[in-house]
T-cell receptor, first 115, second 114 residues
Framework: AQKVTQAQTEISVVEKEDVTLDCVYE???????LFWYKQPPSGELVFLIR??????QNEISGRYSWNFQKSTSSFNFTITASQVVDSAVYFC????????????FGQGTTLQVKP | DGGITQSPKYLFRKEGQNVTLSCEQN?????MYWYRQDPGQGLRLIYY???????QKGDIAEGYSVSREKKESFPLTVTSAQKNPTAFYLC?????????????FGPGTRLTVL
């Protein structure tokens, strides 16, 4: 069975702090894809990143960075120097060819960045 | 602008009524999906369609129905058989159903049963 676990339900930080959102996944597929989405208060999910299972390179995009470790089945997301606009619910998701395009979502982590 | 539109944004339904939520995309994507989101929970898949005139049940299909007569459109009907329909409904599409492509989401419809 495939599963995504985001153990942190809610995180609260003060602006400019760094924050890491954890994501642990389970799958028996050798080829799979990991995603992060942001859901601001408006409700629409915004795509942030996709990672293939055969590419463990970490990625940085501005203040965002992602750490993919197959050895621990984790795909963690770090926001550096957080800002109030980062306040949102963040979802980690898992997809695979064997699952015909369906994404398995974690429960989400609500991030609140206080000024 | 390319994207996904959902209408209406808010929908109120009386118990026992069927309602249809609209989802349209102009991204030329093959696959489309419907998710349900309850407060404090992740997204759960209701139905998905990999190609026109074909669709499959997701994890919570009971009480819902869909159609895919056109590539651009994937409407969701919430029937009176759905016992607890109050939720936020999100439609998504992806260029392929092979699991490798990201899904793009619409703005959602918030359904409330009165």
């Amino acid at each position: 069975a495939q599963k995504v676990t985001q153990a942190q339900t809610e995180i609260s930080v003060v602006e400019k702090e760094d924050v890491t959102l954890d994501c642990v996944y389970e799958t028996r597929d050798t080829t799979y894809y990991l995603f992060w989405y942001k859901q601001p208060p408006s409700g629409e999910l915004v795509f942030l990143i996709r990672r293939n299972s055969f590419d463990e390179q970490n990625e940085i995009s501005g203040r965002y960075s992602w750490n993919f470790q197959k050895s621990t089945s984790s795909f963690n997301f770090t926001i550096t120097a957080s800002q109030v606009v980062d306040s949102a619910v963040y979802f980690c998701a898992l997809g695979s060819v064997s699952n015909t395009g369906k994404l398995i979502f974690g429960q989400g982590t609500t991030l609140q960045v206080k000024p | 602008d390319g994207g996904i539109t959902q209408s209406p944004k808010y929908l109120f339904r009386k118990e026992g009524q069927n309602v249809t939520l609209s989802c349209e995309q102009n991204l030329n994507h093959d696959a489309m999906y419907w998710y349900r989101q309850d407060p404090g929970q992740g997204l759960r898949l209701i139905y998905y369609s990999q190609i026109v005139n074909d669709f499959q049940k997701g994890d919570i299909a009971e009480g819902y129905s869909v159609s895919r007569e056109k590539k651009e459109s994937f409407p969701l009907t919430v029937t009176s058989a759905q016992k607890n329909p109050t939720a936020f409904y999100l439609c998504a599409s992806s260029i392929t159903s092979r699991g490798s492509g990201e899904q793009f989401f619409g703005p959602g419809t918030r359904l409330t049963v009165l």
